[in-house]
């Protein structure tokens, strides 16, 4: 009667830390109600509820790690009413300790009319001893360990066994940080920017009291401008970054695309110039597959990717996402419009799933809308490239005779030098000019 | 599994949480339980919240025992020159201070109550199932209670010796001493514990002849001997006999039960006095070193402990284990073997004190809210409110010996304080005891005006993991009492000033 509900498929990352949880035992939830969330290295995701009802049991808590499949909790549909009763014996017949041998009846006796009325009146309270019983465990003792009250008290809320837990405090006293350290457990993710920047030896930019010279406003940074500072600052210290700029000729291929844009309103999507980048990219990786690696660990060796998953930075509120298209090269225009269109939607509604976001090969980033001529964008590593693109303009062309005006696109390319050598980047970037001229060839 | 005859679907009164007992550990937890949004019931069979230690324990002893200090100080002034009369004693106004001391703070309890929706139920409670009880009033009606999660707090009761004889109002519990009907000419103190010597101090500033008889070899059994020594000092100097190692085999009562209580009520103390050679007392014998065969006495009080109210509360009816002692067994949460049913305070071990309890109120209460709250405190502080106080945390010296525990030891003798010069009193002590390794403080025992209140300190340090550097270089204000706590650890360290300690020799 009770309908389990376990972590969905993120994708390849197992021992995702909970950083959150959004209900208890005993809460009513609605179908896609958000339970728990999950933190990945680049996104947060919630796991919403697959159906209404109340929760029974929560096993898991804030600081677990869980893999696809992992069980977060119970949730009881019911039809509306609330039966915790029932799930008070049930949950705790297997496994209360009973050292001294608890007489049967006290388990029955809970299964009385009168309780279930009782629990009915007083959902709190009933509730509150269910979840009690389903978190309690054999206490780790303390004695011993070296820390304050308020630090044992916030271990016991969170689980810990301060006995494996080494302080960093004076004489090796546990602190509330370490608690919170040791929950974070050993992420080679977490503290990146400090690793970057103190690996290199880069001294921190002085901090400075802005308040002097005029009034100032603290505003947090979003989760997602945190992440992604850390990931762009990170590929800016480690790689090399070379950014070689042309321009395509897409008087054509702009043409070609207003037609299929006309053609693809009525049905509810655009068909933009990204699809097309998508495309031509795909062809360039093909021909170029160093361009479609990343550098091994070692950096010995090139591990040359055999798909074609395509990153596209987008624009949100919260700040910058790179969802993934995957297999681009399988896919056409239309598809690929459509699919854009339905993850451009997901990312600004900052509902993108971890898988989303997994795997890409190749990053394009495009400020197509907006402006400027040029840019040098910062390469997604592990990749070792992303195209970037401004706004075309109409330009006048030398054609050997006149100037003819000709739409130009603007490409920027930025590359890992390690990897790549300017010749090859230049060679990449006239075969997409080349390719974007006649839209005939995305299809060869 | 059987069936099980089921009682009434529901109460009553529905209750999320019910309390059982409204001492210092039961409100506790009823009102945390309320904080945390449960509808609660809290029963206890006294008209007015707060116990054992409110109406009759903690609280009105300290009122009386500040009289006795008063009495005491103004006699010990005479010696330093500033003389008072003999005191006048006015024996109802000063019980009527003492309940209103009791009264104010109740009558504060109820209001704590009432703000926080707390359903108070005034009768005994006792379980019926696993998730009803009935409170039983006065008056024979009773009240059903359903619930979904309960707290037993039902306390502890004083032990009564069966050799004493019933219904006599001359033999007394430490209720019946805090009544003060009237001051007997000669007491028989029967325990040395804190509750005995402590009513001993009361009644023997209040004009009694006190003797105190105890079974052990030292007095405040559980407290190291050197801390008991300047209390034992004193009162053996002031109290008319102190047996040790002595246990009393019989009592009866002589001729007259009343001969004894009315002359000391009409007549005041000098009649009390007289009364002590009267043949109305009670005669009581005596097996042990020094003490005679028998002895006659107006009054005795009878403080031999106090033993667990598990048996009282039906807990069997809700399959909850209660041992042989009385004592009902829960894990460091609170929880007996039945998961939603808690106990707490006198009623799950010792020690039975009132800030034990108070805790392990709040766990229980918040478990019961489902979280994840645990009992982890290290130590508990115990304090007998004699004079001078004797007080004592964590590890004691016996203890340590007796397990092997190894232990460094920084002591000051309070005779080289100021601050308790000048308060008159020179036979103080503070001894901390340390982790010789990690050099933490893993006990203290102070004897002295006030040990108690400085005993908070020490718990503290033990709680934080102090060392006895930490406390020797926290400043200490010049000049306390407290500062003996700095000065024993600076004894510790061995950079004490103060003292001339020879030089540790390793």
Known sequence: ?444 | MAEIESPAASGDVHAGMLVLGAGPGGYTAAFRAADLGQSVVLADQRPALGGVCLNVGCIPSKALLHAARVIAETREMAAHGVRFGDPDIDLDALRGWKDGVVSRLTGGLAGLARQRKVTTLRGTGRFVAANLAEVTAADGSVTTVSFASAIIAAGSSAVRLPFMPDDDPRVLDSTGALDLASVPGRLLVIGGGIIGLEMAAVYHELGARVTVVELMDQLIPGADRDIVAPLAKRIKSRYENIYLTTKVTGAEAGADPDAGKDAGKDAGRDAGRDAGTGTGGLRVSFDGPGAPDHDVFDQVLVAVGRVPNGRLVGAENAGVLVDDRGYIPVDKQQRTNVPHIFAIGDVVGPPMLAHKATHEGRVAAEVAAGQRSYFDARVIPSVAYTDPEVAWAGVTETEARAAGVPYGKGVFPWAASGRALSLGRDEGLTKLLFDPASKRLIGAGLVGPNAGELVAETAHAIEMGADAADIALTIHPHPTLSETVGLSAEAFEGTITDLYLPKKKK
């Open chain 1, 1 to 444: 009667m009770t309908t389990e509900v376990q972590v969905p498929d993120i994708g390849a990352f197992d021992d995702v830390p909970i950083i959150e949880v959004h209900v208890k035992a005993g809460d009513r939830v609605n179908e896609e109600d958000p339970l728990i969330t999950l933190e990945s290295d680049k996104a947060t995701m919630d796991v919403p509820a697959p159906v209404a009802g109340q929760v029974v049991e929560i096993p898991v808590k804030i600081g677990d790690r869980v893999s696809t499949g992992s069980l977060i909790l119970t949730i009881d549909p019911g039809d509306g009413a609330v039966e915790a009763p029932p799930t008070l014996v049930e949950q705790q017949e297997p496994e209360t300790p009973t050292e001294a041998g608890v007489p049967d009846g006290a388990h029955v006796s809970v299964v009385t009319d009168g309780v279930v009325e009782v629990a009915g009146i007083v959902e709190s309270g009933a509730a509150g001893s269910v979840q009690a019983v389903a978190t309690a465990g054999p206490a780790a003792d303390f004695t011993g360990v070296h820390t304050g009250p308020s630090v044992r008290r916030t271990a016991r809320e969170l689980g810990v066994d301060l006995t494996a837990v080494t302080g960093s405090g004076p004489k090796g006293r546990i602190t509330k940080d370490d608690l919170l350290a040791y929950l974070r457990g050993p992420s080679p993710a977490s503290p990146p920017v400090r690793g970057a920047a103190a690996g290199t030896g880069i001294p921190e930019i002085p901090a400075q009291d802005f308040a002097q010279f005029g009034p100032v406003e603290t505003r947090p940074l979003s989760r997602i401008r945190k992440l992604s500072g850390t990931y762009l600052h990170r590929s800016w210290l480690n790689v090399p970054h070379v950014t070689h700029h042309d321009e395509a000729d897409i008087t054509l291929l702009d043409a070609y695309r207003r037609e299929l844009d006309a053609a693809a309103r009525p049905d509810g999507y655009r068909v933009t110039l990204l699809a097309f980048l998508l495309k031509a990219s795909v062809s360039g990786l093909k021909r170029f597959p160093e361009f479609n690696s990343s550098l091994s660990p070692e950096k010995d060796s090139l591990i040359v990717k055999g798909y074609y998953h395509l990153g596209v930075a987008v624009d949100t509120p919260e700040g910058l996402v790179v969802p993934v298209i995957r297999d681009v090269e399988r896919k056409g225009i239309v598809e690929l419009s459509q699919e854009l269109g339905a993850v451009s939607a997901r990312a600004r509604d900052g509902k993108l799933a971890v898988a989303d976001l997994q795997g890409g090969t190749f990053t394009i980033s495009s400020l197509g809308g907006i402006g400027g001529v040029a840019f040098t964008p910062i390469v997604n590593a592990p990749e070792v490239a992303i195209l970037g693109v401004v706004r075309s303009a109409t330009k006048p062309v030398w054609n050997g005779e006149e100037f003819i005006p000709r739409l130009m696109l603007p490409l920027s390319l930025s590359y890992d030098h390690r990897v790549i050598d300017g010749a090859l980047a230049a060679r990449f970037v006239k075969h997409l000019s080349h390719v974007l001229e006649d839209p005939r060839r995305l299809i060869l």
